[in-house]
C-alpha cells in the first residue's frame, strides 16, 4: 500500500540550531514530491517540487533533498518566524492526479 | 490578487442537514481537490476534478459528492452529513501541465471548519 510517513511529528529547537525533517515514501513510481507549510488556522502554502532521486533545491533557509526512499528538509540557523507544520506529498506515475499527504511534522522554533 | 476562496469558513449543522461548501478560485486553473485534514492523519484527498465535467475520487469519497460545471467553482456537497464528517476542509487549485503529469503545485484556500452535531 502506497504510505507516506513523516518524522519527527514534532521537533522543537532553539533559534540558530539547525536540524531535519524527515518524508520517507513507499509508492509505486514516484512522479513527483512536493513540501508545504502550513500556519495554524492556515491552508498549506507551497515550498518546493523534486521529481528525481539526487535533485535539490533551495529557498532561504530552507533546502529539500530528495533520494529513492525518502526526502529531507534541511532548515539551517532557523528563526522563530520558521515555526509551522510541515507537510510533504507524494504524487504517483500510475494515478498523476491523486495526491498522498504525510501528516506533517509540527516544528517549533524558540527564540 | 491570486486566490482561492472557500464559504463558508465554519459552520456547526446537524446530523443529516444538507449542506454544501463552495470553492472558487481565480488563477484559471484546471485542477481542484478538495481535503479533509483531521489531527493525526495529515490532509486526506476526498475529490478531484482535472478539468470542467471531469472528477473523480480521491482515497476518503464516502458520504461526498462534488460538482465540476465551470473552471472557477468546485463545490462540496454532503447530502447527510454525520458527525465523523467534522473535520477542517481544504480546497486547493492547480495548473496541469499535461493530463499524464497531473497537477503541478497546489494553491489551497484558507479552510472550512465543520462541526456535525
Known amino acids: 500500500e502506497d504510505q507516506v510517513t513523516q518524522s519527527p511529528e514534532a521537533l522543537r529547537l532553539q533559534e540558530g540550531e539547525s536540524s531535519s525533517l524527515n518524508c520517507s515514501y513507499t509508492?509505486?513510481?514516484?512522479?513527483?514530491l512536493f513540501w508545504y507549510r502550513q500556519d495554524p488556522g492556515k491552508g498549506p502554502e507551497f515550498l518546493f517540487t523534486l521529481y528525481s532521486a539526487g535533485e535539490e533545491k533551495e529557498k532561504e533557509r530552507l533546502k529539500a533533498t530528495l533520494t529513492k526512499k525518502e526526502s529531507f528538509l534541511h532548515i539551517t540557523a532557523p528563526k522563530p518566524e520558521d515555526s509551522a507544520t510541515y507537510l510533504c506529498?507524494?504524487?504517483?506515475?500510475?494515478?498523476?492526479?491523486?495526491?498522498?499527504f504525510g501528516s506533517g511534522t509540527r516544528l517549533s522554533i524558540r527564540p | 490578487e491570486a486566490q482561492v476562496t472557500q464559504n463558508p469558513r465554519y459552520l456547526i449543522t446537524v446530523t443529516g442537514k444538507k449542506l454544501t461548501v463552495t470553492c472558487s478560485q481565480n488563477?484559471?486553473?484546471?485542477?481542484m481537490s478538495w481535503y479533509r485534514q483531521d489531527p493525526g492523519l495529515g490532509l486526506r484527498q476526498i475529490y478531484y476534478?482535472?478539468?470542467?465535467?471531469?472528477?473523480d475520487k480521491g482515497d476518503v469519497p464516502e458520504g461526498y459528492k462534488v460538482s465540476r460545471k465551470e473552471k472557477r467553482n468546485f463545490p462540496l456537497i454532503l447530502e447527510s452529513p454525520s458527525p465523523n464528517q467534522t473535520s477542517l476542509y481544504f480546497c486547493a487549485s492547480s495548473l496541469v501541465r499535461d493530463s499524464s503529469r497531473g497537477p503541478a503545485e497546489q494553491y489551497f484556500g484558507p479552510g472550512t471548519r465543520l462541526t456535525v452535531t
Open positions: 476534478s482535472m478539468n470542467v465535467e471531469v472528477t
Open positions: 506529498a507524494v504524487q504517483r506515475y500510475s494515478s498523476a492526479s491523486k495526491i498522498i
Open positions: 509508492v509505486s513510481g514516484l512522479r513527483g
Open positions: 488563477m484559471n486553473h484546471e485542477y
